[in-house]
């Protein structure tokens, strides 16, 4: 029985290692459990071998996609007019169920065209079953039990398809019974009831013009109108849009100006958000910090907050988190420190020890001197305490470029330090550098400083900085707000929720 499968085109699945392959049954072994197959398609790509040999232990699932029938051909004609669907002439069947053989003959194709019924047609049609017809599909269910009896095969008994039938043979219904027993698959899967397609296209512009929007907004506005409903919109009216950056809720309009001098400021800034600050002059600057000293705010109060803001900004430019971090120890930042025997010295001393603190290679040249001020003293003995160098000769600093060069050698009052050799000594070394230089408050523009600056950083208002003194930075240093007014000055703070925030010229 196994040799009736010869010609079959079957579809063995051989698992996710072996694939998929397809073919037509060439030879079936039941003594050894192999199955060939000639002309293999290996999932879906043709194989460059003529034929394959399967084990039955290799097979995961074996499906037919094509049984022969009786007036098919296993025994001439050639095996690539089979596979193309070409029907062959004179092609001989083999025996039938009564011992006689027949010979079927196949008309030629031809180019003439064919009147092909419509579905509806078909199926108001009543079909007869010819005895040919019977015998193939019964001589499928006979001989679906021939299949060999193994773990490796998996039989599928409804696998009589639209592919087994023959090119001209139509999908059979018998009139008189009931349930439609006798349907076809693309009538189970589809359902008998489906009325017959139009082959005019849908005419949407034609349908669209039927439709008038203008009427009919027209007739929803007049009836909202008359039952006072709010109105929803017409076609003219277009919703309010708002950007990510403005409020939907009502608020007072922003006021740009809340700070104002009690003179008037000889030049102004801004900040990033528009507010304007008003520069003030050193005399009223000097006073702002006598009235906070005063009440409280000392200067080794001052000094230390505005050494931990000129830090912050200093670590800012050096790289932040991208250079100082545990992964970078090789590439430790050096800067330069130049202070004066003054309060500005001071603060460029504490912004030293601060930096030192974030593991930044601090170098501090301070001049000697036989007397110092008391906050140099102290500052000078925390930041002993570091890692940081101390030097007291332009020698001493280092021959290559650092990476930051921050400036404390000018004071507001003592201009004559400019004319000291050390001090030109300094200033030509700074020049000579090419770093960047951060000026730490530094004078205003009247007295013309040594060192070009590329950053400066301003303590609680900006003095009339010129253009040498770079782009201007605002820190705060912790001046409360009624300090302000009892010097005359209305302040409201512009920081924000930062301590030092950048300044544009207006």
Known sequence: MATDWLGSIVSINCGESLGVYQGRVSAVDQVSQTISLTRPFHNGVKCLVPEVTFRAGDITELKILEIPGPGDSRQCGDLQQAEMGIPGVGCQVGPSQNGTGKVLKKPMSSSAPQNIPRRTDMKNQDIIISPQQQCSKSYMDRHVEALPQSKGFRRRHNSWSSSSRHPNQVTPKKSGLKNGQMKSKDDECFGDDIDEIPDTDFDFEGNLALFDKAAVFEEIETYERKSGTRSRGTPNEKPTRYRHDENILESEPIVYRRIVVPQNANKEFCTDSGLVVPSVSYELHKKLLSVAEKHGLTLERR????????????????????????????????????????????????????????????????????????????????????????????????????????????????????????????????????????????????????????????????????????????????????????????????????????????
């Open 303 to 506: 000094l230390e907050m505005t050494g931990v803001c000129a830090s912050q900004m200093a670590l800012s430019l050096l790289g932040g988190p991208n250079r100082l971090n545990p992964k970078n120890v090789h590439q430790r930042p050096t800067v330069a420190l130049l202070c004066g025997p003054h309060v500005k010295g001071a603060q460029g001393i504490s912004c030293g020890r601060h930096l030192s603190n974030h593991d930044v290679h601090v170098i501090l040249f301070l001049p000697n001197f036989v007397k110092m001020l008391e906050s140099i003293t102290n500052e000078l003995n925390l930041f002993s305490k570091t890692q940081g160098q101390q030097v007291s000769s332009v020698k001493d600093l280092p021959d290559t470029p650092v990476d930051l060069v921050i400036n404390c050698l000018d004071c507001h009052e003592n201009a004559f330090l400019r004319d000291q050799p050390w001090y030109k000594a300094v200033v030509d070394w700074a020049n000579q550098n090419r770093a960047p230089v951060l000026s730490i408050d530094p004078p205003i523009s009247e007295m013309e400083q040594g060192i070009d600056a590329k950053w400066s950083l301003a303590l609680g208002l900006p003095l009339p900085l010129g253009e040498r003194a770079g782009r201007v930075y605002l820190c705060d240093i912790g001046i409360p707000q009624k300090v302000f007014q009892e010097v005359g000055i209305n302040y409201h703070s512009p920081f924000g929720c930062k301590f030092v925030i950048p300044l544009h010229s207006t």
